[in-house]
């Protein structure tokens, strides 16, 4: 059996199985039995084991994909293990991260072979692209990049880089690749349906009226419009000494968890909330066409009003609702009439998981009492050129100071195929 889809079936096994204990007990009027709720805890491991494996899989499918899509045109460097496109770009491991490519990469290596004991010194060119530049990072600083050259010292680990918050919409949307700086795409916008049984024809006349009962076959209609939008630029930088420049561990750390990081933090922003003027996305908010649910007795009623108008109005599947952390705080803190949280409390597996049978997304990108659900694989996130990073010290004035400049970047296009399959809920009373 396929692995992804091995997958998924463990994880809605363990979901509905769930969800059965707490129906029966719901349908019983009582508490979850010492014995049931052990059984729902354990489900809700193992599903969260299955999704984790999942959204792995996937993400291993994925650079497979792109690896078969370019074909023939990634050259394989038998020596130094390397894979680039005919253009000289690497291709990365699926296994490795962006930073650990960049220093394995045979330029890296070679920069660093350049300079003696791996040290940079005061006339050493490192030849790339210019920017321009704000906070410098120095290796003479415990405050700096000095903090990070200490005895037997491995680095900054990813996982502990401060101020860094989920991203998971990319996961949901749909994910493609273009070739070009422009996407055209036709979006729709409304549809009419009218499908009905019809009479056979008594008559080879015209039969003046056009309806069913005369044989005339009914005129159903789809509205579409052309949508072109271009590819935009997500970049920063940062400058670096020569100095902090040599510890290769640090650079590592800084590219993985600071960098690309911020490329995709912003990215899932656009996503979102791009109002569509400058270089910004047409973000999902200020999409024309997308349903609005207003609020509704409370939480619970609202979100699930605004999941059946996906269905009824957007003729879709909801996969996703996109809530802010205070919202979603708000939802789990919900209490009965007798002061019982509807999702467990303190003990329980909260709501994080799935909300009304949909997956939950928490996310910043979306503002407080403001929420989404929808079909988000009517969403296209087009990449154009993944995260890159270049260095250089040819900036201002950096080459006679010993400092260069990080820069990474990445272009993509962003689109919402259907805008009434998707609707923004009002959170606030």
């Known amino acids: 059996m396929d692995k992804i889809q091995e997958l998924k079936d463990q994880l809605k096994h363990h979901l509905q199985q769930a969800q059965g204990i707490a129906a029966k007990a719901d349908d019983e009027g009582r508490d979850f039995t010492d014995d049931e709720r052990t059984q729902v805890t354990e489900h809700m491991a193992k599903a969260g084991a299955a999704k984790d494996g999942l959204e792995k899989a996937k993400a291993t499918a994925t650079m497979r994909q792109a690896l078969a899509d ?24 699926a296994k490795a991260s962006l930073g650990e490519t960049f220093v394995k990469s045979g330029e890296y290596q070679g920069l660093l072979a350049s300079a003696p004991n791996g040290v940079f010194g005061k006339d ?10 704000k906070a410098l990072v120095t290796g003479g600083s415990d405050t700096s990049g000095g903090a990070f050259v200490t005895n037997d010292m491995r680095g900054l680990l990813v996982g502990e880089m401060a101020f860094q918050r989920p991203l998971r919409l990319r996961d949901v949307v749909t994910n493609l690749t273009t070739t070009s700086d422009t996407i055209e795409y036709v979006r729709q916008t409304s549809q009419t349906n009218n499908a009905t049984p019809v009479a056979e024809s008594t008559a080879t006349a015209d039969p003046g009226s056009m309806n069913a009962a005369n044989g005339v076959k009914p005129e159903s209609a789809l509205a579409w419009a052309k949508v072109t939008t271009p590819v935009r630029t997500i970049a920063h930088w940062i400058p670096i000494t020569k100095r902090a420049l040599s510890d290769a561990s640090q650079v590592r750390s800084i590219i993985d968890a600071f ?27 200020n999409v024309s066409g997308v349903q609005a649910q207003a609020w509704d ?35 789990d803190l919900l209490q009965d009439n007798e002061a019982r949280y509807y999702f467990g409390g303190p003990a329980g597996v909260g709501s994080a998981g799935t909300l009304w049978g949909v997956p939950v997304i928490e996310t910043e990108a ?53 805008p009434n399959a998707f609707v923004e809920i009002d959170l606030t009373a």
């Open 297 to 331: 007795t409370n939480l619970l009623t609202t979100t699930r009003k605004a999941k059946t108008k996906v269905r009824l109005v957007g003729r879709s599947t909801a996969n996703a609702y996109l809530l802010n952390p205070a919202d979603l705080e708000a939802i």
């Open 259 to 285: 960098l690309r990081y911020g490329l995709e933090e912003e990215l899932e922003d656009q996503m979102i909330s791009g109002d569509n003027t400058g270089e910004n996305f047409e973000g999902l908010s």
């Open 366 to 418: 979306v503002p407080a009492g403001t929420g989404y659900v929808g079909d988000f694989r009517k969403a296209v996130l087009w990449d154009r050129e993944q995260a890159s990073i270049t260095i250089s010290d040819s900036h201002a004035n950096f080459f006679i100071r010993n400092m260069v400049a990080i820069l990474a970047e990445m272009r993509a296009a962003f689109g919402i195929i259907q």
């Open 70 to 93: 370019l074909g023939e045109g990634v050259e394989l460097n038998e020596k130094s293990g390397e894979r680039r496109t005919p253009s000289g770009l690497i291709v990365p491991d």
């Open 124 to 133: 050493h060119r490192v030849q790339s692209r210019p920017v321009g530049y």
